[in-house]
């Protein structure tokens, strides 16, 4: 295992891809420790389970590091969008909101109009059940129309606002050296 260390700080970009990394190694050796956990006296694992659980450890903690890092550089960090300034955890948040708000926008059943439903009911004359068609007029408050309106402007803001998030993101330096391990 070689290891070059490098004094340069990470940005925010790379640190990201390194938790990335980080996250799926642990899950990784969390696997191979859960299948060495216990094992048969003549079919012993290939990976030893307290070496697997110390590597864990040690990947944990680099984890916890660069996402407390990444967590400060966004607190700390500002740009301005649409004439406000605000942190980049701040505009993190606006773009989780906006990509829940597309989402419910997209999902939601407009209906207006009249629509003819077919229902059942019971003829107490003839003591039969029967059908009979009921129309049903329906009003919506958001037309079509306006509801791609307002998605094409969400869309819009979401993308303005990604784009000076992940230019903030790979100028911003964290408090994280880089170290990689390979």
């Known amino acids: 295992m070689n290891t070059n260390t490098n004094n340069a700080a990470l940005t925010i970009s790379q640190a990201l891809r390194r938790t990335k990394k980080l996250k799926g190694r642990m899950g990784e050796l969390t696997a191979r420790a859960s299948a060495s956990v216990s094992y048969l006296p003549s079919a012993k694992p290939a990976f030893d389970f307290k070496a697997t659980r110390a590597e864990v450890e040690k990947v944990r903690e680099e984890l916890i590091a660069l996402e407390s890092s990444v967590a400060k550089a966004n607190a700390t960090t500002s740009i301005d969008f649409d004439g406000k300034s605000m942190t980049l955890a701040e505009a993190i948040r606006r773009l989780q909101e906006c990509k829940a708000e597309i989402a419910w926008l997209t999902q939601l059943a407009l209906r207006s109009g009249t ?20 129309e049903v007029v329906y009003v919506s408050d958001l037309t079509e129309v306006e509801r791609v309106g307002e998605l ?10 990604n784009d000076l998030v992940e230019t ?8 994280c050296k880089e170290s990689v391990k390979e």
């Open 168 to 175: 903030a993101n790979h100028r911003t330096a964290t408090d």
């Open 152 to 161: 094409d402007k969400l869309r819009d803001r979401f993308e303005r606002l």
């Open 115 to 134: 629509e003819r439903h077919r229902e059942m009911g019971f003829d107490q004359e003839t003591g039969r059940n029967n059908f009979a068609y009921v």
